[in-house]
């Protein structure tokens, strides 16, 4: 498939979650609900967010992890580990079941990027000024 019909079948696949926006990047793209990025896109194939949890359903499922291996840089040519994985076949012709793995997605991608924001710094309250020596 091309990029862009790719792409609108993601769109079409997750439409129970409501509108999702595709990003490029690098050699593949982000799908996006709410600002959050909950699916990675590569060679045609949709991974999911996931946690610890839901690494063991998709395992249950056959499915498995997107693996990234850097050519250069200091990481050149280790296996990373990017936290998506595949979204199972049966999901792929199913917007109900997709819509379903999307959604436990989408709330994992939630909790870690509210869990990354930083905190906001409180400001101490100033007092009243102090008097001036004469």
Same mark, same amino acid.
């Given at each position: 498939?091309?990029?862009? !019909?790719?792409?609108?079948?993601?769109?079409?696949?997750? $439409?129970?979650?409501?509108?999702?926006?595709?990003?490029?990047?690098?050699?593949?793209?982000?799908?996006?609900? @709410?600002?959050?990025?909950?699916?990675?896109? @590569?060679? @045609?194939?949709?991974?999911?967010?996931?946690?610890? =949890?839901?690494?063991?359903?998709?395992?249950?499922?056959? !499915?498995?992890?997107?693996?990234?291996?850097?050519?250069?840089?200091?990481?050149?040519?280790?296996?990373? @580990?990017?936290?998506?994985?595949?979204?199972?076949? !049966?999901?792929?012709?199913?917007?109900?079941?997709? =819509?379903?793995?999307?959604?436990?997605?989408?709330?994992?991608?939630? $909790?870690?990027?509210? =869990?990354?924001?930083?905190?906001?710094?409180?400001? =101490?309250?100033?007092? $009243?000024?102090?008097?001036?020596?004469?």
């Amino acid at each position: 498939m091309a990029d862009n !019909s790719f792409h609108e079948y993601v769109k079409e696949l997750f $439409a129970g979650l409501g509108p999702v926006q595709i990003k490029r990047m690098f050699g593949g793209a982000g799908g996006y609900a @709410d600002g959050v990025m909950f699916l990675l896109l @590569d060679n @045609d194939t949709i991974h999911i967010k996931v946690d610890d =949890a839901l690494k063991v359903e998709l395992r249950e499922e056959g !499915s498995g992890p997107f693996e990234w291996k850097p050519q250069n840089g200091p990481r050149a040519g280790e296996t990373i @580990d990017l936290g998506y994985w595949r979204l199972p076949e !049966s999901a792929l012709d199913d917007p109900d079941e997709a =819509a379903v793995w999307g959604r436990k997605a989408l709330a994992i991608a939630r $909790a870690k990027a509210k =869990a990354k924001k930083p905190k906001v710094k409180k400001v =101490a309250k100033k007092g $009243a000024p102090k008097k001036a020596k004469r």
